[in-house]
Nanobody, 127 residues
Framework: QVQLAESGGGLVQAGGSLRLSCAAS????????LGWFRQGPGKEREFVAG????????FYADSVKGRFTISRGSGKNLMYLQMNSLKPEDTGVYYC????????????????????WGQGTLVTVSS
């Protein structure tokens, strides 16, 4: 069973940057796509960014457009999330997720489209 693991979280001041990584525990089959989600304190988990397996299509939540960039990696390093101009409201646990197959909800960031989830990495943005 493939497992996903996030890394790169930490404490950063507002306006700073972080780069998150998502790695697989073993070599993986081709998924349909990958995504990042986050859950802030007292909030529900929300979609942040998604990318198709080949990297041709990427999409973002309105709240992070222009500040975050999702990209594909290689080998077991599946993807990255470059986060710039961070704001305190970006604070939360960030999860990477993989979608095994196409779903009509994948491109709208529906969590039900994703089959495999990591344990999360904490990002704290101080004001």
């Amino acid at each position: 069973q493939v497992q996903l693991a996030e890394s790169g979280g930490g404490l950063v001041q507002a306006g700073g940057s972080l780069r998150l990584s998502c790695a697989a525990s073993t070599s993986t089959r081709n998924f349909y796509g990958l995504g990042w989600f986050r859950q802030g304190p007292g909030k529900e988990r929300e979609f942040v960014a998604g990318i198709t397996w080949g990297g041709a299509s990427s999409f973002y939540a309105d709240s992070v457009k222009g500040r975050f960039t999702i990209s594909r990696g290689s080998g077991k390093n599946l993807m990255y999330l470059q986060m710039n101009s961070l704001k305190p409201e970006d604070t939360g646990v960030y999860y990477c997720a993989a979608a095994a197959y196409w779903s009509h909800t994948f491109h709208s960031g529906g969590p039900g489209a994703f089959d495999l989830w990591g344990q999360g990495t904490l990002v704290t943005v101080s004001s």
